[in-house]
């Protein structure tokens, strides 16, 4: 398509009206959907329509082919690296498991996560154990959510009905965090149901899910009930996976976040997601039954922090020198130097020309080799030249797309769905950052 211009304006103006009235504005009588247990109206006639049909056109498949393939990475993974790369997560700096489930606790549905943020809560933590206490929590949730550290202001309604919330369910029960899965006759899965039925809890399906597999992976309880109903967590790092090795397919490239209206596309991938997670986790369990990687959810933290967060990121950099003279692979966007001068003791600066996935280039274990992952003192790929993926993913075929994960908008909020409403006769309507 070009700029050139086929339509007078009138036609122009006509056109350019029609699609945001029917994309972007609603009106009186338009009708409601039902979301987050609320009634809201719909945003417009695009939004109906795409409510209805978002499967159909969308399509997506889990590919049974491409996930055996993914078991056999994951097979040859544990062959060569054990079991670490599934069940080690974080330093828990000795702590109790009663600890450690308390800090957790509070903490997962703040959608704290990840290894640095452990360490962080740990240290206060250690400094004063009754930042964590309950009864302290839900009388002055204000004052947990500052010694945590949250300042974010946009949120913090919401942040302190969580904390709220979480501290009361432990209180009517008369329990502890650690208690929770025996008042759940050690049943992972009505643990995981209990949680999320109480409403305004923060403990949607996703940070629920990383909690109860932190919990098991961490060692702080043990043998529950349904462990294996427990899927990887959503996450767009490990859709991400997903989409790019080929287990799941959709029958048109993903859409704009602009267009995914209350996020139908979003939460559609994500279900086939872990439709495929599981499928792969079925394989490899039924090929190579000795193993006994006892649930789905057990993948997720290779899947989602090394391979989607570390290696499937465009960190392989074609440099330039500015004497032109030079071009050289980089392992960090953030040099500013030309090393090839640099060699021959010349200071010379360099920008990037290109960006690429580590797994697109020979020389991608330039980056590889860099992961902490690969490269620290107790790694847990040591000496790791690529990504393990590359055989199912073959990214350096021509024919390779770099596909990326659905973004999801919130629908309430400041930058929510719900506050870019307007009437189509009024005008205006959308977001501002
Ligand atoms: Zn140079
Ligand atoms: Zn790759």
């Known amino acids: 398509m070009t700029s050139s211009r086929n339509l007078n304006i009138k036609e122009i103006r006509f056109i350019i009206s029609k699609i945001n009235e029917y994309f972007y504005t609603n009106y009186e009588g338009i009708g409601y959907t039902n979301v987050l247990d609320d009634q809201f109206e719909y945003f417009s006639e695009f939004h109906k329509f795409w409510e209805k049909y978002h499967k159909e056109v969308l399509n997506p498949k889990v590919d049974e082919e491409k996930c055996e ?107 502890e965090a650690y208690d929770l899965l025996d008042f759940c006759d050690n049943d992972i899965l009505k643990l995981r149901n209990l949680l999320i039925s109480n409403k305004g809890s923060g403990f949607g399906n996703k940070k629920t899910d990383m909690f109860l597999r ?25 859709v991400k996976v997903a989409l790019r090795s080929g287990i799941i397919k959709t029958d048109i490239a993903l859409i704009s976040s602009f267009l995914d209206v209350f996020c139908y596309q979003y939460g559609l991938i994500d279900e086939i997601s872990a439709l495929a997670w599981r499928k792969v986790w079925e394989i490899w369990n039924r090929k190579y039954p000795t193993e006994n990687i006892e649930s789905p959810c ?14 499937c990121k465009e960190t392989l950099c074609i440099f ?3 004497t032109k003279k030079h071009e050289f692979k980089w392992h960090s966007a953030k040099n500013r130097t030309c090393q090839i001068c640099y060699k021959n003791k010349v200071r010379n600066s360099a920008i990037v020309v290109k960006k690429m996935l580590p797994c697109m280039d020979e020389e991608g274990y330039i980056v590889i080799e860099k992961s902490n992952f690969v490269s620290s003192s107790n790694a847990l790929l040591p000496d790791l030249k690529e990504c393990p993926f590359a055989v ?35 005008g205006g309507g959308g977001l501002m950052s």
């Open 392 to 426: 199912v993913c073959k990214p350096k075929n021509s024919n390779f797309i770099k596909l990326n994960p659905p973004k999801s908008i919130s629908i309430l909020g400041q930058t929510g769905w719900e506050s870019a409403k307007t009437r189509a006769n009024e």
């Open 214 to 238: 932190d919990m098991i992976v961490l060692g702080v309880w043990k043998n529950p009930k349904n462990f294996d109903k427990i899927d990887v967590a959503s996450d767009i790092n490990t």
């Open 320 to 322: 330039k020198c500015e």
């Open 298 to 311: 057990l993948i997720d933290y290779f899947v989602y922090r090394v391979i989607g967060k570390n290696f």
């Open 69 to 175: 393939q993914v078991a056999g990475v994951l097979h040859d993974v544990y062959k060569k690296f054990g079991r670490p790369p599934f069940y080690e997560l974080y330093d828990t700096f000795s702590l109790k498991p009663e600890e450690i489930c308390t800090i957790r606790y509070f903490s997962a549905n703040q959608d704290f996560r990840g290894s640095r943020d452990f360490e962080d809560l740990f240290k206060k933590y250690s400094e004063d154990p009754s930042i964590f206490d309950k009864s302290e929590i839900i009388s002055k949730p204000e004052i947990f959510l500052k010694n945590l550290g949250i300042t974010s202001l946009s949120q913090s309604d919401k942040r302190i009905k969580y904390a709220k919330k979480a501290s009361q369910i432990l209180i009517d029960n008369k329990i």
